[in-house]
């Protein structure tokens, strides 16, 4: 698993879980919130090490 | 995900309003408007409100995420993922909601946004939801007597 992605189980949950149509709408929007933490979480370290 | 299929909604017809198996042609005046009688399963819920009023305010930035952030700002609480796509589709099959797909940005992975706007028939659910609820309020005093306070 890469430090910037998502798991990958997480993506095939995703994906037997919703339908076709609903799958890739639903995913990228959890890949937006995703990346969103990843960045804030990176700042936020980035602000306690300084 | 999908929501089972409902029946259209039939909101803001002023000529015939079914509610249930009746059909209901006699309308009371509230104020400038005239409120038929509403059936439990057409109305609007408050979430199913909540919902339509935040695709309303996002206007052209109203696709799922914005909608799920909108709806936690104005309720006060964590809302769920699956709660808010079930309630867009349902909304969408029953005719309230109209969506767009479009090619996604490189931020999701090109993956595609589906973006709501309201259908004309939900303009019609909520400015119904809002007379029904404005009537009934009126003539309410509300100053409850608390015993166990």
């Known amino acids: 698993m890469n430090a910037m992605e998502p798991p990958r189980w997480a993506e095939r949950l995703l994906r037997v879980s919703l339908s076709l149509r609903d799958y890739e709408v639903v995913s990228g929007d959890l890949l937006e919130d995703f990346n969103e933490a990843v960045v804030a979480g990176v700042l936020r370290q980035s602000t306690f090490v300084k | ?149």
């Open chain 2, 1 to 149: 995900m999908r929501a089972r299929r409902l029946a259209p909604a039939r909101v803001g017809r002023p000529e015939h309003y079914y509610s249930g198996s009746e059909c209901c042609e006699e309308g009371i005046e509230v104020g400038r408007a005239k409120v038929y009688n509403v059936g439990m399963a057409e109305s609007l819920g408050t979430f199913e409100q909540a919902v339509l009023l935040s695709v309303h305010r996002l206007s052209e930035r109203a696709y799922g995420r914005p909608v799920i952030k909108d709806l936690e700002l104005r309720l006060g609480r964590r809302v769920s993922a699956g709660a808010a796509y079930a309630t867009l589709n349902r909304l969408e099959e029953r005719g309230l909601l109209i969506s767009r797909l479009e090619p996604g940005a490189p931020e999701r992975g090109g993956r595609a946004r589906r973006f709501y706007r309201l259908a004309s028939s939900g303009i019609d659910a909520l400015d119904e939801s809002r007379v029904l609820t404005a009537a009934l309020w009126r003539g309410v005093k509300w100053r409850p007597k608390r015993r166990f306070a």
